[in-house]
């Protein structure tokens, strides 16, 4: 059984930044991708980013070239550093381990923990 706790969010204003942490703890967490989803009032979860096990990352396309996803392995931990934070960010940012499936194909299968919140204000 994998657990997250995500961590870092706040409220920012438009054009600042935020670094987001997941630490990972249980079986299998370094052998698996990992990514971010957020969810906003009324919208399905979606995905934000991914990184594979070796590291080669993926964006969803309104956030690419504002966000870097990264991973220590060492750590149990995956980062997601946010800049240039736009009022349609706002959401809640889940991280989770995920199937890699190609392009941005990232499918989660471990548990969802409470998520942080992110708000950017305009």
């Known amino acids: 059984q994998v657990q997250v706790v995500e961590s870092g969010g706040g409220l920012v204003q438009a054009g600042g930044s935020l670094r987001l942490s997941c630490v990972a703890s249980g079986s299998g967490v370094n052998i698996n991708a990992m990514a971010w989803f957020r969810q906003s009032p009324g919208n399905q979860r979606e995905l934000v980013a991914g990184v594979t096990r070796s590291g080669s990352t993926n964006y969803a396309d309104s956030v690419r070239g504002r966000f870097t996803i990264s991973r220590d392995n060492a750590k149990n931990t995956v980062y997601l550093q946010m800049n240039s934070l736009k009022p349609e960010d706002t959401a809640v940012y889940y991280c989770?381990?995920?199937?890699?499936?190609?392009?941005?194909?990232?499918?989660?299968?471990?548990?969802w923990g409470q998520g942080t919140q992110v708000t950017v204000s305009s």
């Open positions: 989770n381990l995920a199937g890699y499936y190609g392009g941005s194909a990232y499918l989660p299968f471990g548990s």
